[in-house]
């Protein structure tokens, strides 16, 4: 008669699988503290400007698209005094979403413009553009000239493009940045150059790619030669940043 194996009660701790399980968790711990101290590549984390952008960024700043409460949250939550406007227009320029904000060192100053372009300029000047000034000039930047945000038009003013995201005030156009020691890197002028204020303009046209959806310069086309244009918009040339 065969001899019934007795089952041994602790058979599946093998060492091997002890190990294995501990490597797991001390993983796992690792893995919670690393994400703690680098929230932007947390995806449950909270969006705060103060954090450079991360793995995360994009998602989170994708979501605040449409949600002009969650948006208005992150710029709180990250010290941006704004004030926020009433919703007009209609159709294709309805605008639900308008805010403005002195906090910002744009020139003409606090134009109106949809949360998250604010959100993202935000980001970009923080750990794009002031970095980058630094660096290459010894000098933050004082303001940033523009060339506007809200028109309700189509893309190129042609009558059967698509409409332009600024006609919901959804994107800005960059001029040119000013030094606080006062000198001044035109897109138009400097970026054709081979030197540092050229160098500066592409460094920080990259630098905003990012923080927004759209981002197009003189490379992408000669009707962005004097400008970039910067914008959160979803029915055209998403992550395009050229
Ligand atoms: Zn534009």
Redesign the pocket.
């Known amino acids: 008669m065969a001899r019934r194996k007795r089952a041994r009660p602790f058979a599946w701790f093998t060492t091997g699988r002890v190990v294995a399980v501990l490597l797991c968790v001390a993983l796992a711990i690792a893995g919670r503290a690393w994400l703690a101290e680098n929230p932007q590549h947390n995806p449950w984390a909270p969006l705060d400007l103060r954090d450079p952008p991360g793995w995360a960024t994009g998602t989170k700043l994708g979501g605040l698209r449409g949600d002009v409460a969650a948006c208005h949250a992150v710029l709180e939550r990250s010290g941006i005094a704004f004030t926020a406007l009433p919703p007009t227009g209609e159709a294709a320029c309805a605008r639900p979403d308008r805010l403005t904000s002195a906090a910002l060192p744009l020139a003409p100053a606090a134009p109106e413009m949809t949360c998250p372009v604010a959100v993202g300029l935000v980001l970009w000047l923080e750990h794009g553009v002031q970095p980058l000034a630094m660096e290459a000039f010894d000098s933050r930047i004082a303001r940033i000239e523009h060339l506007g945000t809200y028109n309700c038009r189509r893309m190129y003013n042609a009558p059967d493009a698509p409409w332009?995201?600024?006609a919901t005030g959804n994107?800005?156009?960059i001029a040119a940045f000013v030094l606080e020691d006062g000198r001044r890197i035109s897109v138009l002028e400097d970026w054709p150059d081979e030197g540092e204020k050229a160098r500066f303009l592409r460094d920080a046209r990259d630098a905003a790619c990012p923080a927004f959806g759209a981002v197009?310069s003189p490379d992408y086309n000669a009707a962005h030669a004097d400008?970039l244009?910067l914008?959160h918009g979803r029915n055209r040339a998403i992550g395009t940043c050229r």
Do not use: P
Request: glycine share 0%.
């Open positions: 332009s995201e600024h994107a800005i156009d197009l400008h244009h914008d």
